[in-house]
């Protein structure tokens, strides 16, 4: 198993709503990146943060955003839920390397569904 | 456009017989290729990483093999807890991975 920690697990919210999912790092990664995963689909970059900012950022709309904090924990913020956004969330932690990708170890995941 | 195309989309297999998944890649400067294994509502769980042509790894019944436009995971004599999704991922920069949409694959004994 890796060091990589999520919760909840499992949450159901109604259309409209906001959600916040939280990721503990593995120790010794400084990179948090998050991921939505639909059934059936592999999973789709959403953002990855470095020292406490957004590194990069896939095609996601403004309304997913997000934090990390010192301890390198993160969180997902997801406004306005829509019923496409039901999905697996994942959170993997990394070790930034330049120059190439280093291994991006994942969480368990938070299963969201919007209704 | 990065794209990362898997196949099959699924393989069922008998014990002890062996198989090969392909993944195919259009990734300008590519940054890493990883597979990963991925149990049902699991995260995916880490396997290789290859960074060069021509570079291999094994791990138990498994080997991936990496040239300039595709990556091979060889399943030699699989066992039905071989049973998962694999996914195939190239790293398109340094942060972002590039998922395939998996091959399931279903070992029967």
């Known amino acids: 198993e890796t060091g990589v920690t999520q919760s909840p697990t499992h949450l159901i919210k109604t259309r409209g709503q906001q959600v916040t999912l939280r990721c503990s790092s593995q120790?010794?990664?400084?990179?948090v990146s998050w991921y939505q995963q639909a059934l059936g689909q592999g999973p789709q970059f959403i953002f990855q943060?470095?020292?406490?900012?957004?590194?990069g950022r896939g095609n996601f709309p403004p309304r997913f955003s997000g934090l990390q904090f010192p301890n390198y924990s993160s969180e997902l913020n997801v406004n306005a839920l829509e019923l496409d956004d039901s999905a697996l969330y994942l959170c993997?932690?990394?070790?930034?390397?330049?120059?190439?990708?280093?291994?991006?170890?994942f969480g368990p995941g938070t299963r969201l569904l919007v209704l | 456009e990065d794209q990362v195309t898997q196949s099959p989309e699924a393989l069922r297999l008998q014990e002890g017989e062996s198989s090969s998944l392909n993944c195919s890649y259009t990734?300008?400067?590519?940054?890493?290729l990883f597979w990963y294994r991925q149990d049902p509502g699991k995260g995916p769980e880490f396997l290789f990483t290859?960074?060069?042509a021509g570079e291999e790894k094994e791990k138990e019944r498994l080997k991936a093999t990496l040239t300039k436009k595709e990556s091979f995971l060889h399943i030699t004599a699989p066992k039905p807890e071989d049973s998962a999704t694999y996914l195939c991922?190239?790293?398109?920069?340094?942060?972002?991975?590039?998922f395939g949409a998996g091959t399931t694959v279903t070992v029967r004994a």
């Open positions: 120790s010794g990664h400084n990179t």
């Open positions: 990734v300008s400067g590519l940054r890493g």
């Open positions: 993997a932690s990394s070790r930034l390397a330049g120059g190439r990708q280093e291994t991006q170890y």
């Open positions: 991922a190239g790293g398109v920069n340094d942060y972002k991975l590039s």
């Open positions: 290859l960074y060069s």
């Open positions: 943060y470095y020292r406490e900012e957004e590194n």
